[in-house]
């Protein structure tokens, strides 16, 4: 059974539908990101999952609890969201706070919670910084306590809301390696962005255009799809290009698909 | 604007900044109540040594506690002018004669207007002035005796005298009891400490703990939201805004041109921080854990049993002197 499953969701602001039938099923375990140019509905899915938006029609499922008011807040304990800006989910005055401040909303105890924030600040690397403020810490360094104070509440599933574009390329390639890192341990994760870089060390890429969705598959498959990205109003990565181009002369051998692929995972 | 420091906390050790923050709330409080019950100018001067030998005990300099009193120092000399001068209680102690003629007016009416161009060119402060005008009419007065302008007697009483004392030192001893308080203690461990004393005014459905959340949250987002006005300035002046100089017309449009781009963003901010806040399971009112704890230690329960002393005994000399 999918740990995450929505059907035929709708949702308009006003007059203007963002999401239009949509349906997804979401493995366990399974790293799924969803691309999408801007105002694709990519970030109002986030607020219709843990339902900070409430759906007009179609169901979300989260393991076997169907969304409604009545289960919101089960549902938001097993969903961990990381938004996009890091200064505005920074809510605690130093990391420790931070990192504290969802288990004290949970009725975490007291030593319970001590440990939890040891042991998820040592996994984000920040185990050295809990008594700084957010002022003092680069936005990477705010995400990576976002990450902490998440994961420390034992979410089924994490939810990178475009986690990574406001970061510096070191902030973002420390944030993938966590991405890596949780799916290794078998966590499952939905990740939204509009930057196809993320997209390449998934399970499944899905592509929303206009609030549906276009097309889900492999990366390799999805990545190297020109026609559709172009549909969707991204961009075709520059490894993807030159394997395209020499797909077409019929000279693309496994050795250079190797080798493109691994310059992509360097961007 | 990195590091920028909220409130006047100023680190350091010593059994002050050790203590409880409700503690030290509570004995704050139980002190001013003190302050304001005692009538005897012997208990007043008590009080007010025992602050100064708390000072060097408790390792915060004068200069400190003269920087918390300094925003206060106009206050002050006005109530205690204003007391002398209008308080008619009690025996009259002594008159003082002001006499004011066509010429020492006329002159100190120059000086004024000197005084008033001077001081765009020299460093001529007020208070020199009021120093060269009073010497100046000291002298006139003694000069010229006939033509009386107008003569004007300041009388001043014993009881005048007595309350203008008492209400100078109530107004030191509760602001430097504060700064004590302010420069000790975190802002937000005075935060945790205000909320657990207020507690329980819960029987009264006040909300102390969602009190407590909307301050720290505030103390938080302060550095966040100067650093953000600190942009909106930058990206302003590099658009022609001047913020340095103009009438005050222009200041106003320049202030506008701050303001508003303040409050959008503050409530953008406020948006997506409370979307992060409910994703995390904040419920407003539903009872949560803390990760601070407040530890009662036996230096805290003996402030309290002083300060608690105190307060009886300044009732007690009320009542029974």
């Given at each position: 059974?999918?740990?995450?499953?929505?059907?035929?969701?709708?949702?308009?602001?006003?007059?203007?539908?963002?999401?239009?039938?949509?349906?997804?099923?979401?493995?366990?375990?399974?790293?799924?990101?969803?691309?999408?140019?801007?105002?694709?509905?990519?970030?109002?899915?986030?607020?219709?999952?843990?339902?900070?938006?409430?759906?007009?029609?179609?169901?979300?499922?989260?393991?076997?609890?169907?969304?409604?008011?009545?289960?919101?807040?089960?549902?938001?304990?097993?969903?961990?969201?990381?938004?996009?800006?890091?200064?505005?989910?920074?809510?605690?005055?130093?990391?420790?706070?931070?990192?504290?401040?969802?288990?004290?909303?949970?009725?975490?105890?007291?030593?319970?919670?001590?440990?939890?924030?040891?042991?998820?600040?040592?996994?984000?690397?920040?185990?050295?910084?809990?008594?700084?403020?957010?002022?003092?810490?680069?936005?990477?360094?705010?995400?990576?306590v976002a990450i902490a104070g998440t994961l420390a509440m034992h979410p089924d599933i994490i939810i990178f809301d475009?986690?990574?574009?406001?970061?510096?390329?070191?902030?973002?390639?420390?944030?993938?390696?966590?991405?890596?890192?949780?799916?290794?341990?078998?966590?499952?994760?939905?990740?939204?962005?509009?930057?196809?870089?993320?997209?390449?060390?998934?399970?499944?890429?899905?592509?929303?255009?206009?609030?549906?969705?276009?097309?889900?598959?492999?990366?390799?498959?999805?990545?190297?799809?020109?026609?559709?990205?172009?549909?969707?109003?991204?961009?075709?990565?520059?490894?993807?290009?030159?394997?395209?181009?020499?797909?077409?002369?019929?000279?693309?051998?496994?050795?250079?698909?190797?080798?493109?692929?691994?310059?992509?995972?360097?961007? | 604007?990195?590091?920028?420091?909220?409130?006047?906390?100023?680190?350091?050790?010593?059994?002050?900044?050790?203590?409880?923050?409700?503690?030290?709330?509570?004995?704050?409080?139980?002190?001013?109540?003190?302050?304001?019950?005692?009538?005897?100018?012997?208990?007043?001067?008590?009080?007010?040594?025992?602050?100064?030998?708390?000072?060097?005990?408790?390792?915060?300099?004068?200069?400190?506690?003269?920087?918390?009193?300094?925003?206060?120092?106009?206050?002050?000399?006005?109530?205690?002018?204003?007391?002398?001068?209008?308080?008619?209680?009690?025996?009259?102690?002594?008159?003082?004669?002001?006499?004011?003629?066509?010429?020492?007016?006329?002159?100190?009416?120059?000086?004024?207007?000197?005084?008033?161009?001077?001081?765009?060119?020299?460093?001529?402060?007020?208070?020199?002035?009021?120093?060269?005008?009073?010497?100046?009419?000291?002298?006139?007065?003694?000069?010229?005796?006939?033509?009386?302008?107008?003569?004007?007697?300041?009388?001043?009483?014993?009881?005048?005298?007595?309350?203008?004392?008492?209400?100078?030192?109530?107004?030191?001893?509760?602001?430097?009891?504060?700064?004590?308080?302010?420069?000790?203690?975190?802002?937000?461990?005075?935060?945790?400490?205000?909320?657990?004393?207020?507690?329980?005014?819960?029987?009264?459905?006040?909300?102390?703990?969602?009190?407590?959340?909307?301050?720290?949250?505030?103390?938080?987002?302060?550095?966040?939201?100067?650093?953000?006005?600190?942009?909106?300035?930058?990206?302003?002046?590099?658009?022609?805004?001047?913020?340095?100089?103009?009438?005050?017309?222009?200041?106003?449009?320049?202030?506008?041109?701050?303001?508003?781009?303040?409050?959008?963003?503050?409530?953008?901010?406020?948006?997506?921080?409370?979307?992060?806040?409910?994703?995390?399971?904040?419920?407003?009112?539903?009872?949560?854990?803390?990760?601070?704890?407040?530890?009662?230690?036996?230096?805290?329960?003996?402030?309290?049993?002083?300060?608690?002393?105190?307060?009886?005994?300044?009732?007690?000399?009320?009542?029974?002197?």
């Amino acid at each position: 059974m999918s740990i995450l499953t929505l059907k035929d969701v709708f949702f308009s602001y006003g007059k203007t539908p963002a999401i239009q039938n949509l349906s997804l099923a979401v493995e366990a375990g399974e790293w799924v990101t969803i691309v999408g140019p801007n105002g694709s509905g990519k970030s109002t899915l986030t607020k219709l999952i843990i339902g900070l938006l409430a759906a007009k029609s179609g169901e979300i499922r989260v393991n076997d609890l169907t969304l409604s008011e009545s289960t919101v807040q089960k549902i938001r304990e097993k969903i961990g969201i990381i938004f996009q800006n890091p200064d505005n989910q920074f809510v605690g005055v130093t990391v420790k706070d931070d990192i504290a401040f969802g288990l004290e909303n949970l009725s975490v105890p007291y030593p319970e919670m001590i440990e939890r924030i040891d042991t998820y600040a040592k996994a984000v690397g920040m185990d050295e910084y809990l008594e700084k403020e957010p002022s003092q810490l680069s936005g990477g360094q705010k995400q990576r306590v976002a990450i902490a104070g998440t994961l420390a509440m034992h979410p089924d599933i994490i939810i990178f809301d475009e986690a990574t574009s406001m970061l510096d390329p070191e902030g973002r390639h420390a944030m993938m390696a966590i991405m890596e890192d949780l799916k290794r341990q078998g966590k499952t994760i939905l990740s939204i962005t509009h930057d196809l870089r993320e997209a390449l060390r998934c399970d499944r890429v899905v592509v929303m255009h206009e609030g549906t969705i276009l097309k889900s598959g492999e990366p390799s498959v999805i990545l190297r799809d020109e026609a559709l990205l172009k549909q969707a109003r991204l961009t075709l990565l520059e490894p993807f290009k030159y394997m395209n181009e020499l797909s077409s002369q019929k000279r693309l051998t496994d050795q250079w698909e190797a080798i493109l692929w691994e310059s992509a995972l360097t961007l | 604007m990195k590091n920028i420091v909220i409130g006047r906390y100023i680190p350091g050790d010593s059994f002050l900044y050790r203590m409880d923050p409700r503690v030290k709330l509570i004995a704050l409080f139980l002190l001013f109540v003190a302050v304001f019950v005692i009538d005897e100018l012997w208990v007043m001067g008590g009080a007010l040594l025992g602050i100064l030998i708390l000072l060097p005990l408790g390792k915060i300099s004068l200069k400190k506690v003269y920087f918390g009193l300094r925003p206060l120092l106009f206050l002050l000399i006005f109530t205690f002018v204003f007391q002398i001068l209008f308080n008619t209680q009690g025996r009259l102690l002594t008159t003082l004669r002001l006499e004011f003629d066509p010429l020492n007016t006329a002159i100190a009416g120059g000086l004024f207007i000197a005084w008033l161009f001077l001081k765009r060119f020299t460093k001529f402060t007020f208070l020199s002035f009021l120093g060269v005008f009073a010497a100046i009419l000291t002298v006139l007065s003694q000069l010229t005796i006939y033509l009386p302008f107008g003569t004007y007697t300041i009388a001043i009483y014993e009881e005048g005298l007595l309350f203008a004392i008492f209400i100078l030192l109530r107004l030191i001893i509760i602001v430097t009891l504060s700064t004590i308080l302010t420069i000790t203690t975190k802002p937000t461990d005075l935060n945790l400490g205000l909320e657990r004393v207020l507690k329980p005014l819960k029987v009264i459905k006040v909300n102390t703990e969602e009190i407590a959340m909307i301050i720290g949250i505030a103390l938080r987002y302060i550095p966040t939201l100067l650093d953000e006005a600190n942009k909106i300035i930058l990206a302003q002046a590099s658009r022609g805004v001047d913020f340095q100089e103009g009438k005050f017309k222009d200041k106003i449009v320049q202030i506008i041109s701050l303001l508003v781009p303040m409050f959008i963003i503050s409530f953008q901010r406020s948006d997506e921080l409370a979307n992060a806040m409910e994703a995390r399971c904040f419920v407003p009112g539903k009872p949560r854990t803390r990760l601070n704890q407040l530890i009662w230690k036996p230096l805290d329960s003996v402030v309290l049993a002083v300060t608690f002393l105190f307060m009886v005994a300044s009732i007690g000399v009320r009542i029974l002197w």
